[in-house]
């Protein structure tokens, strides 16, 4: 078993994870990229966790603002932040990184190891390391302080995928001991096309701009914002993200599938599993348009399942006209920016070679 | 003079014009196809007509449900109906339709008069008439019974383009005794592209969607409804139509222009002379999705812009996102049933040929 384990992110997620591992004795090193979300940390020393309703404090290896310092000497790298900052943790440790490691991107939306793989090696990097992704976060969590942290709730079963495939099972083994609830993905394809929230996230506030910059009582996202004409469109783009995981040969669960699966709801169709989830009931819609919705969803997310598809010759006109508007609208170029088969490495690979690439890492 | 006309549509627009030619002495043909605008009246024998606040009974020549019957042996013969009936309109009047006649769409949307054309050709009518759009309604008005109509305003200006327009000025001269404010546009290119609409209408709508079908209170439609975002993405489009006007050789307004020229409003930027627009001030949004600003200016004002855009090597990727959104939420294919090349006849055309075709209506 890992004695030594980095997790980068103190947010909700790394929070709860570090804390966690260090009451199964594990020594911690705790980073954050941005150093405020530590310092209450230091201040405490340590993370007071609730879980089944006891409180206990765990104390940390290290904290530090440094993703070299925190993964040196490190096998298991977790890391359990926004999308949006893969690449810039990739940025900052490319040159610590050494042959073995293994990190884990919890969750790593789509294209996450690709996007991590593509910034260490266009720096310079050439060590032998393994990426992970991680189809969800493995709990339901909530910081309550700046060093305090009260887990929920544990998913049952979480999807990896290893980058590359055929090291899957190397990294359950890593994480298995603490994780067990981790099971194999076929690939980091089948991870990264069952993000749901590439479905849930960028149409419905697309679809609801008006009302989010107008109505600033923040209706309530799912049940008010999911109408039956945003669930024919979310289910419209549901379809193209599932043709684009038959071209790859990866099996996902649709969105009305994957409700039935993870929430006690039901109804015939998306609009009434949606309305009939109470899981959703109290979730607000933002109250601003700078909502990670769209600003993580949208390049993150959206923007590599169009990438992918392109590749592979399958047509997303839903999804690429949801990137081209929001894209206009926050006045950004999401698909430059975004995961575009140029930051994911892939640009220029035909779908045999892609495929080839996620099993075994060669080009 | 004329002194026969025919107007084809009994709703506000067609209510007006007709009660207000036949106040001047003219022999009016009114003309629906929904006899059940016309059964007013019918029974009251004739239009009673408020203008400048008095009120007058004006007795028509003709009042009809079949088109053949109305337009025969008039000369001057005006549609002022919604754009998607004016396929329906050239379907039923073909072979009535002799050399020498004028068609005036008012107005024509965008494409109005290659539709109306198409129509009649396609289905083997060779006679040689002229169709003119104008370039939006001459009057503010409302029928305030199913037999009387009130004018509260009409227009100082307005555009009106023949097809083909070297006959411009011989419309003109039939209408200009009538209604002095029309005034020549350079072709139908510029009638059609100043259309309004295309800009107000279906992008507010699908930015708004969600709203529309949980808020049945109807919210205002411009002022809560066109929000900076919202506002951004209008202004999109609008380049994206200036830059087909330019690549066609016409000058129109833009949004803002047009605002400035139409309205008491003031504003540096889009949203702001929307938001000081006090004409708009209690226009309320549509309560069902089932609306005109969407089902009736996508496939014809948005689709003909992006089609005379296609074939002038304008790229216009927000109002093709417009129309690839809409058509998947009303699960319609507007693009295929709306005004595209093949609807307008101009399919395989170029920039060039189109340009001659609308001047001269040679191919």
Chains 1, 2 share one sequence.
């Not at 393994?130 to 999807?159: D, M, N, W």
Request: glycine letters at 8%; proline letters at 4%.
């Amino acid at each position: 078993m890992e004695k030594k384990v980095a997790v980068i992110g103190a947010g909700n997620g790394g929070t709860a994870i570090a804390a966690y591992l260090a009451s199964l004795g594990v020594e911690v090193n705790l980073c954050d990229l941005f150093p405020q979300y530590l310092e209450g940390i230091i201040a405490a020393d340590g993370i007071d966790l609730t879980l089944d309703g006891k409180t206990t404090h765990q104390r940390l290896n290290k904290v530090t603002g440094d993703v070299a310092e925190a993964i040196s000497g490190v096998h298991l790298i977790m890391v359990v932040t926004p999308s949006f900052t893969h690449r810039m943790i990739a940025e900052r440790c490319y040159s610590a990184l050494t042959d073995g490691q293994v990190v884990v991107l919890n969750p790593g939306r789509t294209g996450g190891a690709l996007d991590f793989l593509n910034t260490i090696r266009s720096k310079g990097c050439h060590a032998d390391i393994t990426i992970a992704e991680t189809q969800t976060l493995i709990y339901s969590c909530r910081k309550t302080g700046p060093a305090s942290v009260e887990i929920f709730g544990v998913k049952k079963e979480v999807a990896l995928g290893a980058f590359p495939a055929n090291r899957t099972s190397q990294v359950l083994e890593l994480l298995n001991p603490y994780y067990p609830q981790f099971t194999a993905a076929k690939n980091c394809m089948e991870t990264s096309l069952s993000n749901i929230g590439a479905l849930f996230h960028p149409t419905p506030v697309l679809l609801n701009i008006g009302r989010i910059e107008n109505d600033k009582n923040g209706y309530r996202y799912y049940w008010d914002g999911i109408t039956p004409s945003v669930a024919v469109l979310i289910k419209a783009i549901d379809h193209e993200r599932m043709a684009v995981a038959e071209a790859y040969g990866v099996e996902i669960l649709s969105a009305e599938e994957w409700l039935r699966q993870s929430y006690d709801t039901y109804g015939d169709n998306l609009y009434e599993l949606l309305q009939h989830n109470n899981a959703y009931a109290d979730i607000k819609a933002p109250t601003t348009i700078e909502a990670r919705y769209v600003t993580e969803d949208v390049p993150m997310s959206l923007v590599p399942i169009s990438e992918l598809a392109r590749i592979a010759g399958v047509p997303t006109p839903n999804i690429d006209a949801v990137i081209q508007l929001t894209s206009s609208i926050y006045q950004r170029d999401f698909r430059a920016e975004g995961r575009c088969a140029k930051n994911l490495g892939i640009e220029g690979m035909s779908k045999a070679q892609v495929t080839h690439f996620f099993e075994t890492g060669e080009r």
